[in-house]
């Protein structure tokens, strides 16, 4: 009998290590807070109760993401994040060419090869596509030189992963954060967080094998204006992330390249199959 409860108590202390270093690991991805998605039509317009806001501070994190690729100025006046976040300002811009859905693809990413985007010159007026640096920790890192309230920003990443994987995104945002991957919307927030990285949604993303093109879309009333992004390690340690040693828009599809000409590729063969057939 004795034996029995010794054994039971060994038992017990072995489990609960196994628990606490269970519990160390969790503590270091957060508490994943937003499954289930993409968004549909239905939920679209959807703005995050303050209630389920975790205020998660992830200021330890060593993998925010700091380059980006994007405009080289900002969609200004907007009338307040409120006002343009339910408006398609990447369609306003390019006469219907690239939406903000389709900037989210490779089709999308590859038109801003050759399209510049042409806001009325209230708006900011011409806009062309680079790479650009920011600083997580720095509370305007949207502002990019230009007016520093009432604005829209947008920041593409392209994301090579080795295979299909369900992945968690953290984002941080002042105010309004829209995430949209391989065309489709997985995060849409009208709340800012509360600080450059601090997070209120832990978000469950899908990631498909190959290349995946991801936009954060943040708009700007007031006060701070920062976004930021970064994903759980194992992400990170098994995928890569471009821009990479880019530093303009030729260098980044320069380095993009081998990942969009497997697309291209496959464009190509459709093509010759289609008239083929006619
Ligand atoms: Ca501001
Ligand atoms: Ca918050
Ligand atoms: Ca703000």
């Not at 939920?43 to 994190?61: F, K, S």
Request: glycine letters at 10%; one cysteine or more; a negative charge.
């Amino acid at each position: 009998m004795k034996k029995i409860t010794n054994f039971t108590f060994i038992m017990f202390i072995a489990l609960a290590l196994m628990l606490s270093s269970t519990n160390l690991v969790i503590a270091q991805i957060g508490v994943v807070n937003e499954t289930g998605g993409p968004l549909t039509e239905e939920n679209m317009g959807l703005t995050r109760p303050d209630a389920d806001q975790l205020n998660e501070d992830h200021g330890a994190v060593e993998t925010w993401i700091t380059k980006w690729y994007g405009l080289d100025g900002n969609y200004e006046n907007n009338g307040g994040f409120n006002a343009s976040g339910p408006i398609d300002l990447m369609a306003l811009g390019t006469n219907d060419q690239i939406t903000d859905v389709s900037l989210s693809t490779v089709d999308g990413l590859l038109m801003t090869q050759d399209i510049d985007v042409e806001w009325p010159a209230d708006n900011g007026g011409t806009r062309g596509w680079t790479v650009f640096e920011i600083n997580p920790d720095e509370g305007n890192n949207m502002v990019r030189g230009g007016a520093a309230d009432n604005f829209d920003h947008y920041a593409i990443i392209v994301i090579d992963s080795p295979e299909d994987m369900t992945s968690v995104m953290s984002p941080a945002q002042d105010d309004y954060a829209q995430i949209w991957i391989n065309g489709e919307k997985w995060h849409n927030n009208s709340r800012w967080t509360g600080g450059a990285k601090v997070v209120d949604y832990n978000v469950e993303v899908e990631l498909q094998k190959g290349t995946n093109v991801l936009l954060f879309r943040c708009g700007e009333g007031t006060g701070s204006a920062y976004f930021n992004l970064h994903f759980d390690d194992a992400t990170h340690n098994a995928v890569t992330i471009y821009p990479k040693d880019a530093t303009d828009k030729a260098s980044f599809f320069d380095e993009i390249a081998p990942l969009t000409a497997v697309e291209a590729a496959g464009k190509l063969t459709t093509t010759w199959a289609d008239i083929k057939r006619k």
